[in-house]
């Protein structure tokens, strides 16, 4: 059986935290992904895990992990805040009026501080390395590391309509309305947060069509991708 995604993440914190510091010399790559809703986002990322966490199978190897609905979990954690205040971490750019009012009366942290602990959880995860890192700015807040590759997923609004429809069991309306939602607030997040344009090409070291390629090619092309540049970081080449 397929391990959680919790237990995954609880051996991939275990295996970076017995490793010696000798070993994670140079630093572990990581990677963040960018992604249209709908282009496959959450999959890829799961295969590309998958992937390289079998190709480097070895007694010294760490697992790679995926970082996507559960990042915000594990901000809380570190920074011990409530758990109930994982609704407030989202990419969503819209909030019920209640939290709204309970923000300003101070009976929970900002939204700004709460991005803020998720931007120094992604920082450390990315010191860690091997952690697949989904959204919530991942690749503004790393774009200067040496050791993080940034993806971008897009693909034509047709295809990501129809996965919405046949995924979500919406009607076509339904379905437009969620799709121009979602990628509208996670432009709204990364405006608003780090005034930075989600569409701006020259932020990742890759986009890709997944409505052309298909969620395992995707996959296939960001790993040897990741091969190809963890080569650079041992040979030095890159600082």
């Known amino acids: 059986m397929k391990p959680s995604l919790l237990e995954r993440f609880t051996r991939y914190l275990a295996a970076q935290a017995a ?4 070993v994670r010399q140079p630093r572990p790559l990581s990677v963040t992904i960018s992604r249209e809703a709908g282009a496959g986002g959450t999959t890829i990322a799961e295969l590309l895990a998958d ?20 990042l915000a979990k594990q901000a809380l954690q570190d920074h011990k805040l409530p758990p109930q205040l994982e609704s407030l971490m989202t990419e969503e750019a819209k909030l019920p009026i209640e939290e709204v009012v309970e923000e300003l009366l101070g009976l929970h942290p900002s939204r700004w501080t709460l991005v803020q ?10 010191s860690l390395g091997h952690a697949v890192i989904v959204g919530r700015g991942s690749h503004v807040i790393t774009a200067r590391l040496p050791n993080v590759l940034h993806i971008r997923l897009v693909a034509p609004f047709s295809t990501r309509l129809r996965y919405f429809i046949d995924y979500y069991k919406l009607t076509s309306y339904e379905a437009e309305k969620v799709l121009r939602e979602r990628d509208e607030s996670r432009s709204h997040y990364l405006r608003t947060y780090f005034r930075a344009n989600i569409e701006d090409p020259t932020q990742y070291d890759l986009t890709i069509n997944t409505g052309r390629l298909g969620c395992p090619n ?22």
């Open 19 to 22: 490793l010696p510091e000798k």
């Open 51 to 70: 992937r390289l966490s079998a190709a480097e199978q070895t007694p010294a190897s760490k697992p790679w992990a995926v970082f996507d609905a559960n």
């Open 117 to 126: 602990h998720t931007t120094k959880t992604i920082l450390k995860l990315v």
């Open 218 to 239: 995707s996959a296939d092309l960001i790993y040897h991708l990741v091969i190809q540049r963890q080569k650079l970081l041992r040979s030095g080449d890159l600082a």
